[in-house]
């Protein structure tokens, strides 16, 4: 009796790793390839607290809850708005001629309950990995027009922007009916879909919007450094997710992505650091943090085609680029508040034209120069899109419910002003 029982045990034994790979409607489930992507969705939502402390170290004291609260805001719209209507938006069929996509399968995800993509994984944790991209591209762009805009703007904003910018170009990018994609633009991890869409459009708002009561004449300074250097650590954690995980697989290609992008996040830290020590002096450690940042967003749109060496050099230059545009940036007098445009707008412009210098195999020279001028024309789309689409939006917002604050309001601060708390529980508003 006792024998037969153990048989019994290992029969069920053996039977359940086979029954685990296998999904309701009979297709199968790669369980390594799906716990990755499960993995790396997370590792992509924790960019957005870090980005939220990144942005909420940077400016002063009265503002910090009010920066943060606008990462974080954008993970309750842009997510509710994604399973709505996102995901068909930017992975349906093409409508009106190709500027977005639409299934009705898609409409508030009804109808992927049973679906297993031909990657082996259930399109649920495909379609919400995608969904974190759509909460971190808008909030992103905060960063461009950081402690001087209305709560109830920037919540109305990022719902049209990412409705009318950041669906459409995502469609037209990694939807195989996208016409970008069917030209052969090589967008990875979104160079252009993310962060050349949100540094323009931060440019955009900022430039309409104005400068910060006080620019450049007042003193801003940073209210917690530690929080941003920590913010920044987050977010070089969470760009593993970010770039590998977008191979949507677990295997050569997923570790190809994961080296490139810890090589030019790594370059573009010590390049950042030898540049200012020589131009200023001295190596701090918001520059360091900032040249984290330029090397990852280079070496997103290529992490899938370069080499590490090719990573190395794109973290470089991304570096040198980005250094020297927050300086001109200076000069010229706009006030793009956190760098948003000069970090990601250029890096994201850096990373998707070089890359063709840097990609593996053997090029040919025609190769090569026929790539570069699909990447500028991909990289020109992108800018005129989001540039006048962000323009029309900020008008048509400023004009009706007000998106620039009021002077009182700024000069008070954003956290009393639209949340009524302060974030360090003083009354030190400056």
Not at 193 to 218: C, D, F, M, Q, W
Not at 260 to 277: D, F, N, R, Y
Request: charged share 10%; proline share 2%.
């Amino acid at each position: 009796m006792k024998l037969k029982i153990r048989i019994l045990f290992l029969v069920i034994l053996l039977m359940l790793p086979a029954a685990s790979v296998w999904a309701g409607d009979g297709d199968a489930v790669d369980t390594g390839i799906t716990a990755w992507m499960l993995t790396s969705t997370a590792l992509v939502l924790l960019m957005i607290p870090g980005l939220a402390m990144f942005y909420g170290g940077l400016v002063r004291t009265k503002n910090v809850l009010g920066t943060m609260m606008h990462s974080f805001v954008a993970m309750g719209i842009m997510a509710v708005l994604w399973v709505i209507l996102g995901y068909a938006m930017s992975f349906g069929d093409n409508v009106f001629g190709g500027w977005f996509g639409w299934n009705r399968d898609y409409f508030f995800l009804k109808g992927i309950d049973n679906s297993i993509m031909d990657a082996g994984i259930p399109e649920y944790v495909f379609s919400m990995f995608q969904g974190k991209f759509a909460i971190i591209t808008p909030a992103l762009i905060a960063g461009a027009f950081a402690e001087r805009v209305t709560f109830k703007g920037y919540v109305l904003f990022i719902a049209l922007w990412g409705i009318l910018v950041y669906n459409p170009l995502c469609h037209w990018v990694w939807s195989e009916g996208g016409f970008l994609y069917k030209m052969g633009a090589i967008d990875f991890a979104g160079g252009t879909v993310v962060h050349i869409s949100a540094g323009i459009s931060g440019l955009v708002a900022a430039l309409y919007l104005g400068a910060r009561r006080g620019h450049p004449k007042t003193a801003m300074p940073p209210s917690n450094l530690v929080m941003t250097i920590t913010g920044a650590g987050l977010l070089w954690v969470g760009w593993f997710g970010f770039n590998a995980g977008s191979s949507v697989n677990s295997g050569l290609d997923t570790a190809q992505a994961l080296t490139a992008t810890q090589a030019a996040a790594a370059s573009g830290a010590l390049v950042w650091m030898i540049i200012e020590g020589i131009h200023q002096g001295k190596a701090t450690a918001l520059g360091f943090a900032s040249g984290i940042l330029a090397g990852l967003v280079a070496v997103t749109p290529a992490a899938g085609v370069v080499t590490p060496s090719g990573a190395l050099a794109l973290g470089t230059i991304a570096a040198m680029i980005c250094y020297f545009a927050i300086i001109m940036k200076d000069k010229l007098g706009y006030d793009d508040s956190l760098d948003a445009f000069g970090v990601h707008g250029i890096g994201g412009i850096v990373g998707a034209i070089f890359l063709v210098f840097f990609m593996r195999g053997n090029n040919s020279s025609s190769e090569v120069f026929n790539q570069l001028g699909i990447q500028a024309v991909a990289v020109a789309i992108a800018i005129a899109y989001a540039a006048v689409v962000t323009f029309i939006l900020v008008i048509v917002l400023n004009k009706t419910i007000g998106l620039r604050s009021s002077e009182k309001a700024e000069m008070q601060g954003l956290d009393s002003s639209y949340h009524g708390e302060h974030g360090y529980g003083m009354l030190n508003l400056g």
